[in-house]
């Protein structure tokens, strides 16, 4: 296991339409985090993860927005009723351990059109 | 509340030369941990080095280091000998440790381009 995976790299969506992200972190990480990222600014915290647990969750994971870690491995970001201010990059971080380095995937890349 | 701001939107350096890169922080927390990460075109946040509050020597990591002034509330990403794989954009970041805090907090990042 050499990194983060994130599937797929690039979604196109309708408006309205539902998406799913997956994210497979750093096999030995119990810490899993998503983030979001839109152009020209730095990564916004979105929910968090110890193992299979959803500890923290941000103001901006509004009730279309769900996450899941179901068995403390990958997790699933979903988006129901996509807007065009949804489009953005989904990032998804993995560590081991709170006081340790994040290590991030290349994101997933949403363009809801 | 924490914050983090990079005052340099972009940043043009002659290959070999050395860069600066400033991050200044904002927190009421005594306990907390700062990081830099590189952002290549391809989109993947890349860790670069961190530094630990209570840390009394600065980070280094090979060509990276941090010049971290905590009465400043600065933590700087010093870049020695560029290189044209340098370019990217860099974001400083924070994350409270006192309060169990597993957020990191992002600057608006600077975009750094080597020149041959």
């Known amino acids: 296991d050499t990194g983060v995976s994130q599937n797929p790299r690039h979604k196109i969506t309708k408006r309205g339409q539902n998406v799913t992200f997956r994210c497979d972190p750093i096999?030995?990480?119990?810490?899993l985090y998503w983030y979001r990222q839109t152009l020209g600014q730095g990564p916004e915290f979105l929910t968090y993860?110890?193992?299979?647990?959803?500890?923290?969750k941000s103001r901006l994971l509004s009730d279309r927005f769900s996450a899941e870690r179901p068995k403390g491995s990958f997790s699933t970001l979903e988006i129901q009723r996509t807007e065009q201010g949804d489009s953005a990059m989904y990032l998804c971080a993995s560590s081991l351990g709170g006081f340790t380095e994040a290590f991030f995937g290349q994101g997933t890349r949403l363009t809801v059109v | 509340a924490q914050k983090i701001t990079q005052t340099q939107p972009g940043m043009f350096v002659q290959e070999k030369e050395a860069v600066t890169l400033d991050c200044t922080y904002d927190?009421?927390?005594?306990?907390?941990?700062l990081f830099w990460y590189k952002q290549p075109s391809s989109g993947e946040m890349i860790f670069l080095i961190y530094?630990?509050?209570?840390?009394?020597q600065n980070a280094t990591e090979g060509r990276y280091s941090l010049n971290f002034q905590k009465a400043r509330k600065s933590a700087n990403l010093v870049i020695s000998a560029s290189q044209l794989g340098d370019s990217a954009m860099y974001f400083c970041a924070m994350r409270e440790l006192s309060q169990g805090a597993q957020k990191l907090v992002f600057g608006q990042g600077t975009r750094l381009t080597i020149n041959p």
């Open positions: 993860f110890q193992n299979e647990a959803q500890l923290e």
């Open positions: 927190t009421s927390d005594q306990s907390y941990g």
């Open positions: 530094q630990g509050s209570y840390d009394e």
């Open positions: 096999s030995e990480h119990n810490r």
